[in-house]
């Protein structure tokens, strides 16, 4: 079983700062990519960054010198540091681990994509 948990939402003036963190335990290993990802109300879930194990990174246009993402492979923990916060940016975050499948380490892994339950950012202007 996996579990993917993130922590670190909240309500924060526009401007301010915010660091969510997640954390994914269970059948998963490091090699896999890991993103975060939002959902404003009555949008549409759209990609807001993605690391590869190997530390690429890409990020939504609308985050970018803005937002930070990074992890931690010995935990399989993924960080997602968000500066200078727009009310626009207000949405629900969820944390993502995937897998497209293929082999690890001379062993084959099926394909996996887990998400976690989501965690609320809110900015007033």
């Known amino acids: 079983q996996v579990q993917v948990v993130e922590s670190g939402g909240g309500l924060v003036q526009a401007g301010g700062s915010l660091r969510l963190s997640c954390v994914a335990s269970?059948?998963?290993?490091?090699?896999?990519?890991m993103g975060w990802y939002r959902q404003a109300s009555g949008k549409q879930r759209e990609l807001v960054a993605r690391?590869?194990?190997?530390?690429?990174?890409n990020y939504a246009d609308s985050v970018k010198g803005r937002f930070t993402i990074s992890r931690d492979n010995a935990k399989n923990m993924v960080y997602l540091q968000m500066n200078s916060l727009k009310p626009e940016d207000t949405a629900v975050y969820f944390c993502?681990?995937?897998?497209?499948?293929?082999?690890?380490?001379?062993?084959?892994?099926?394909?996996?994509?887990?998400w976690g339950q989501g965690t609320q950012v809110t900015v007033s202007s």
């Open positions: 993502n681990a995937a897998w497209p499948g293929g082999y690890y380490r001379g062993t084959y892994y099926p394909q996996y994509n887990y």
């Open positions: 269970g059948s998963i290993f490091s090699a896999n990519a």
């Open positions: 690391i590869t194990s190997g530390g690429g990174t």
